[in-house]
């Protein structure tokens, strides 16, 4: 028996040197705890330490924790590696060749037209140029482009997909760091609603469309003097429907064109706004004033004073955002401005 259990000792030393040199974890693992099994049914004889009272588990049981461990933690680093891997062929980028379309890439790819717009914000769908990259997703779900103050559960709420699979698809760790401006691949998402119909929208007004049907417009002139600080279009992920023009705070907003006066008051996100109803069903917007300097229903002149800039509902700053509208379609106001 001694024999026995001097050939399991030495066969214990054998498998903790084959452990250490080979890539079979999971073998070395299991002969390694059925060699300390055999010297564990023998503790009293010679050669065997006896553990004093009070002393935690064997060595070899320590070791064999460790040795646990270990191999989980290589799971997981494999784990993480392959999921990169998936990551970094979800985006992949398709180059603008001479004469294609997006409606061409669109279908070549097997994608929603609206979706493949709205990944890559293009604010005229007819205008894309030969050598220009298109972000395209080779997985099933969106794309979404972080926006200052997005979170992952409020991004999983907009496109109807979970949290927990955007945290793992995207690596993003327990703290769920989000950087503005990223792109998130959304598994399994679908374009919300009100994205897509903005797209449809930009489909409809770009100048290549619906605006060659409409009646001839007022002859529009420009509100406020100023810098454009965000133009029509898409903006970090989402549809902006004006154009923004930063101007001093309390600077004079002037009609862009003659008109009533069909709307005042305070709008979620607008602030303080006023809208001028023009002939023909043509509209305008002016939003975030400080202050109204007209009441509904008055009649102005083109160049008259309306409102004074200011920075109320969603801004950042002092500026004017004006929307040029007819009926319930919202355009680009440079498309109608003199000077663009």
């Not at 999971?26 to 330490?49: K, Q």
């Not at 180059?95 to 409606?103: D, F, K, N």
């Not at 001839?216 to 810098?227: H, K, M, T, Y």
């Amino acid at each position: 028996m001694l024999h026995f259990y001097l050939g399991a000792k030495r066969l214990l030393c054998n498998v903790k040197k084959i452990l250490f040199t080979s890539k079979i974890l999971p073998v070395c693992l299991a002969l390694l705890f059925a060699a300390g099994t055999v010297l564990s049914l023998f503790p009293g004889r010679a050669g065997a330490r006896k553990l004093p009272p009070g002393t935690g588990q064997p060595s070899y049981l320590k070791q064999l924790k460790k040795y646990r461990a270990g191999i989980e933690q290589h799971k997981k680093e494999q784990e993480k590696i392959k999921r990169k891997e998936t990551l970094s062929k979800a985006i992949q980028q398709h180059i603008v060749q001479p004469g294609e379309t997006l409606t061409h890439i669109a279908r070549d790819y097997q994608l929603d037209l609206e979706a493949l717009i709205c990944w890559n914000g293009l604010t005229d769908p007819h205008l894309i140029f030969p050598g220009e990259a298109l972000d395209l997703l080779s997985v099933e779900g969106s794309m979404h482009t972080v926006n200052q103050g997005d979170t992952v559960e409020s991004i999983a709420e907009l496109y109807q997909s979970e949290p927990q699979l955007i945290t793992a698809f995207n690596l993003l760790g327990e703290e769920r760091n989000l950087t503005p401006g990223e792109k998130l691949v959304i598994p399994g998402g679908t374009l919300p609603a009100a994205e897509k119909k903005a797209v449809q929208a930009a489909l409809l007004t770009s100048r290549y469309g619906l605006r060659d049907n409409l009646p001839a417009s007022p002859a529009f002139d420009w509100p406020v003097s100023g810098r454009i600080s965000s133009p029509y279009g898409w903006r970090q992920g989402t549809f902006h429907y004006g154009l923004d023009i930063a101007v001093p705070h309390g600077s004079t907003i002037r009609a862009a064109a003659a008109g009533v006066v069909a709307e005042t008051g305070t709008k979620q996100g607008y602030g303080l706004m006023l809208i001028l109803d023009h002939r023909d069903n043509w509209k305008t917007l002016y939003a975030h004033c400080s202050r109204l300097l007209v009441q509904e229903n008055e009649k102005v002149s083109q160049g008259q004073p309306v409102a004074l800039i200011g920075a109320t509902g969603n801004a950042t700053g002092p500026h004017l955002h004006l929307e040029i509208r007819h009926g319930k379609q919202r355009f680009d106001p440079q498309l109608y401005l003199p000077g663009t």
